[in-house]
């Protein structure tokens, strides 16, 4: 059984910083590509960021380049978030997911995370 477990979501002043860890078990987690979605109320799901499974690879977002990284540890089956300068519309749930580097690129990773919710006050 897979599962993603999201944690480091909450509540931030803008211009604040969070972490978010998602740790994965039930695959071999060296061997998948790792995705960041959000979420926002009333908004289409958007990809964040992905990382390929080596980590040599990296997408972003153009709304979150230069202010989000995204990387992982595959001796710890985690992959991390990190989001500084965060702005009032970075708003949303965020969901880890795990499948191929194309399937998260495209929309379709077949393994989702709960996710968990972040807030930026203005």
């Known amino acids: 059984q897979v599962q993603l477990v999201e944690s480091g979501g909450g509540l931030v002043q803008a211009g604040g910083s969070l972490r978010l860890s998602c740790v994965v078990s039930?695959?071999?987690?060296?061997?998948?590509?790792m995705g960041w979605y959000r979420q926002a109320p009333g908004k289409q799901r958007e990809l964040v960021a992905a990382?390929?499974?080596?980590?040599?690879?990296?997408n972003y977002a153009d709304s979150v380049k230069g202010r989000f990284t995204i990387s992982r540890d595959n001796a710890k089956n985690t992959v991390w978030l990190q989001m500084n300068s965060l702005k009032p519309e970075d708003t949303a749930v965020y969901y880890c997911?795990?499948?191929?580097?194309?399937?998260?690129?495209?929309?379709?990773?077949?393994?989702w995370g709960q996710g968990t919710q972040v807030t930026v006050s203005s």
């Open positions: 990382i390929s499974s080596s980590g040599g690879t990296t």
């Open positions: 997911t795990t499948d191929r580097f194309l399937s998260i690129l495209h929309g379709r990773p077949a393994y």
């Open positions: 039930g695959i071999t987690f060296s061997g998948n590509a």
